[in-house]
């Protein structure tokens, strides 16, 4: 706030005069009956201005103190922004399970894909989320069928491209369990959730999709074993409907009831485990 300075008329000049608008007798005039005058109305118009530009010239304060300003909102609002986040998704915690340590059971067969990046791309996975029922799609086909087909797309040539798509299990006619994948890689088969999700194919007699007595007793008995060595419950057990909406596994879509007894079986098996 600018200061308000007086000025007394008589300084810097003669006692006596022959008079002026101010003092028409030209006699001296006292101090105290002096009049007083704000600087504004002894200066002509151009200096008044000149005098209030010079009062408020920015200083480097001034300058900066708005940029000073605007960053700390800008933190302000990042860091609020980030701790809602937290509150409301909280933060991802790392997982505990070293997947390639996972050793499967003698009751599951190894036929492992060849390498290549049509069916078996050789991609780690960090952590395991859920694991992902499908049905093959194709009634009557075996596992082995199933699994002589996922590797021959190894045999694509890959300056032409091809089509991608595999399993880490499949589930035959008969009970059998044959596993292609390690369970630290990726399959093709849950875009676009590959990167964290472990697939079990199950293969079935009619275009019903729904799966025989043999192959629903060995995959109830598989998704309690991955649940168990993935440190996860029949909650985290999905369909491939549940990813992207396709209807796979077609029974188990087209029979809610039914998937949320296979889950209930999932858990019961779980307790024996």
Known sequence: MQDEQTYETGAGMPAESGGSALNPGGRSV???ERPRF???LQTEPGKRMAAVSRSRRRTPVDRILPVLLLAALLLA?????VGIGYLLWGRET????DLKAIKSPEWIEQRLLRKNIFSRPDVSMRKVNNIVVHYVGNPNTSAEANQRYFDSLADQDPEQGGTSSSSHFIVG???EILQCIPIGEISY???PRNFDTVTIEVCHPDESGKFNDASYASLVKLTAWLCEELELDEKDVIRHYDVNGKACPKYFVDHEDAWKQFRKDVKEALKNQ
């Open 30 to 32: 006292p101090n105290q």
């Open 38 to 40: 704000k600087p504004e």
């Open 77 to 81: 609002g990042v860091g609020g922004g």
């Open 94 to 97: 790392a997982s505990t399970v």
């Open 173 to 175: 006619l008969e009970g």
């Open 189 to 191: 088969a849950n875009g």
